[in-house]
């Protein structure tokens, strides 16, 4: 039987022949994964972000679509249509690039709403609608999506609905001196790029996640995981510190807990570790939740991040004795 650190070793010995660093993101990736859960990506250009995602589905051995979201991309460039066909005059399903297990949804934040709304049905049901008929999508099937943090013009911010569908939010940071010496070693040579081979299979994804839901959560951890999702909610709706201000205009959603219960499994999973302690879910809980809170103005005028906010709940959130 494969268990979580030489799964996810493996993987993450392919991913390094193109990306060098980002542990901590390749590790959320694996968690998604397992998890049965999509990923938003933000990051400054240049990042690898793309490269990083492509890799992954290339070590996976698993179908790879790249979809680059533009202001004039329609909802069939994505989902698909229906073609006429003069021979025999009828209409044939033309399938889009969502038709794959794994999707690069690239600079989402660059496409219209109703662009963006047609991987709702998708990412939620796993399944899209072409000319009335639904589809069912291929399994495993996740969305990778991507945007830029800083540039504004042209893009179409993501409403909460659709984030909320995403299971982390990572944040892309700038290598260190030593990563970036290696990567200009690695990527010199012009006439030379990286092979990598898929070490895995979209089979054994599945069958592995049997072994994910193995992973025992207890009493204890499970309150501790209301108490902290349920915190961003008390931020919202009450006064902080006994004066007018609230930190945030709308706190988690259930589908929060449920992130945080299904990735600490998977977390644990990949770390070796039968059982799911306060430690994980502290670990995950800015990548499952910075996404899913929504910041007052003052707040934002204070110079409050979402991740900041959400270290306060860390901190006033008693921890479970024992798990």
């Not at 992130?259 to 809980?285: C, K, M, T």
């Amino acid at each position: 039987m494969l268990n979580g650190p030489a799964w996810s070793q493996k993987l993450r010995n392919e991913i390094s022949k193109a990306v060098i660093g980002q542990e901590v993101v390749v590790e959320r990736l694996l968690v998604a994964l397992l998890a049965n859960g999509h990923v938003l990506l933000e990051g400054m250009p240049g990042l690898a972000k793309t490269l990083l995602i492509r890799s992954l589905g290339t070590a996976l051995g698993i179908q790879f679509e790249r979809v680059q979201f533009t202001p004039d991309l329609l909802p069939s460039d994505v989902v698909g249509t229906m073609i006429f066909s003069p021979k025999d005059s009828a209409f044939a399903t033309h399938k889009g690039p969502i038709f794959a297990n794994l999707v690069l949804a690239d600079e989402i934040n660059r496409a219209p709403a109703k662009v963006q709304s047609a991987l709702l049905e998708a990412m939620q049901e796993r399944q899209v609608t072409i000319g009335g008929t639904s589809h069912k999508l291929p399994k495993p099937f996740f969305v990778m999506a991507t945007q830029n943090p800083v540039e504004q013009e042209g893009t179409y911010p993501l409403p909460e609905a659709q984030t909320d569908r995403f299971l982390f939010k990572l944040l892309v940071d700038y290598p260190s001196a030593s990563e970036e010496a290696q990567m200009m070693e690695m990527w010199g040579q012009v006439t030379k790029a990286p092979e990598l081979q898929p070490v895995s299979s979209g089979q054994e994804l599945l069958d592995l996640r049997v072994q994910v839901d193995a992973i025992h959560v207890s009493a204890g951890v499970q309150a501790y995981i209301l108490a902290l999702v349920r915190g961003t909610r008390d931020l919202a709706s009450t006064a902080e510190g006994g004066t007018t201000k609230r930190l945030l205009n709308f706190g988690a959603s259930p589908r929060a807990s449920l992130a945080l219960f299904q990735a600490s499994r998977a977390l644990a999973w990949i770390r070796g570790v039968d059982y799911v302690s306060p430690a994980l879910i502290q670990d995950i809980f800015h990548d499952a939740l910075r996404h899913r809170v929504g910041l007052t103005y003052e707040a934002e005028a204070e110079e409050l991040s979402a991740d900041k906010i959400l270290s306060q709940v860390l901190e006033r959130t008693p921890v479970p004795a024992s798990t």
